[in-house]
């Protein structure tokens, strides 16, 4: 079955970012002028992918607002002329949202298990909240690979990229049974493991295409620490052979860190067509003072 739905997990309060977050979801953060969800959505035309689950946490009603219409400001723009702002606020109304809210903290898994009723145990594109990832011109889509890979193989598949040092314990880690043209066949995950723990230098990153059978299989994990984990759902495909990954082009800014978010806002602002060479300018300046 093609992959039709996808399910973005952006539930977290986002207390890094206090005070912002006290009313603004995290979610809304925007890098220029776009928030980082529609960002992370928009990822998902390039497969053709509108039927969008958003898993939010209690009090993010705007986000709803974000994605549905503005019959006002639609007809104030066309009024005026102003087509090329016109067609940014259609931009925002592309997708079939559905918003489930996680109601307790318990992790990825529960906010897959929140999603479950649009999912209709179909495979599902999962892209993780806090972390945007951008192809740049002549780049695929890390998600447009995943999915490609899907379609292959019917096989879940992950996206990964290579980790050094102290990196290697803040992801999920691939343990690699074989590799051929880019793609893993994964042998083993394990969840944050310690350096000596690490089974290679692969590292989960948040973009993942997930059979329908995930579901049962989360259902049917035993918790561990309270909790259950899509870390072992993905162990067990892995040890069937049923788990692959594949790296990705492009760049990954991770939105849910201060320091990261800032790089994307710095470099989307150096590609953007209004005020890029301005920032340029800026920073060749500013650069000199440091
Ligand atoms: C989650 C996953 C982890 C993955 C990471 C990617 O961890 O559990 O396997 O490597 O996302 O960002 P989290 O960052 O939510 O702790």
Same mark, same amino acid.
């Given at each position: 079955m093609s992959v039709r739905k996808a399910v973005i997990p !952006? !539930? #977290? @309060?986002?207390?890094?970012?206090l005070p912002i977050t006290k009313v603004v979801p995290?979610?809304? @953060? !925007?890098v220029l002028d776009k928030p980082t969800i529609q960002y992370i959505a928009e990822e998902l035309l390039s497969v053709g992918i509108d039927d969008v689950t958003i898993v939010v946490s209690p009090g993010s009603e705007i986000i709803k607002d974000h994605f549905g219409e503005s019959n006002e400001l639609e007809k104030r723009l066309l009024a005026d002329g102003k087509l090329e702002l016109y067609s940014i606020l259609k931009d925002t109304m592309k997708f079939k949202v559905n918003y489930c809210v996680q109601?307790? !903290?318990? #992790?990825l898994a529960g906010a897959i298990l929140c999603a479950e009723p649009f999912l209709n145990g179909e495979p599902f594109a999962l892209l993780l909240g806090d972390e945007l990832l951008w192809a740049n011109e002549g780049q695929t889509p890390c998600i447009k690979r995943l999915v490609d890979v899907y379609n292959k193989t019917g096989k879940s598949v992950i996206a990964a990229m290579e980790v050094f040092g102290d990196d290697v314990s803040k992801y999920g880690n691939i343990g690699v049974r074989e590799e051929t043209d880019g793609v893993i066949t994964v042998d083993r995950i394990v969840e944050k493991p310690s350096l000596n723990d690490a089974l290679s230098n692969y590292a989960i990153i948040g973009r993942y295409v997930l059979s329908g059978e995930v579901i049962d299989m989360l259902k049917k994990l035993t918790p561990r620490n309270n909790e259950i984990y899509l870390t072992d759902v993905l162990d067990q495909l892995a040890e069937r052979g049923d788990l692959l990954a594949s790296g990705f082009e492009g760049d990954r800014y991770d939105v849910g860190d201060k320091f990261g978010f800032i790089k994307a806002n710095v470099e989307f602002a150096l590609k953007s067509k209004e005020i890029g060479d301005l920032t340029a300018e800026y920073i060749k300046e500013l650069a000199k003072k440091l």
């Open positions: !952006a !539930a #977290g @309060l986002g207390t890094r970012f995290k979610p809304m @953060l !925007a109601k307790v !903290a318990n #992790g």
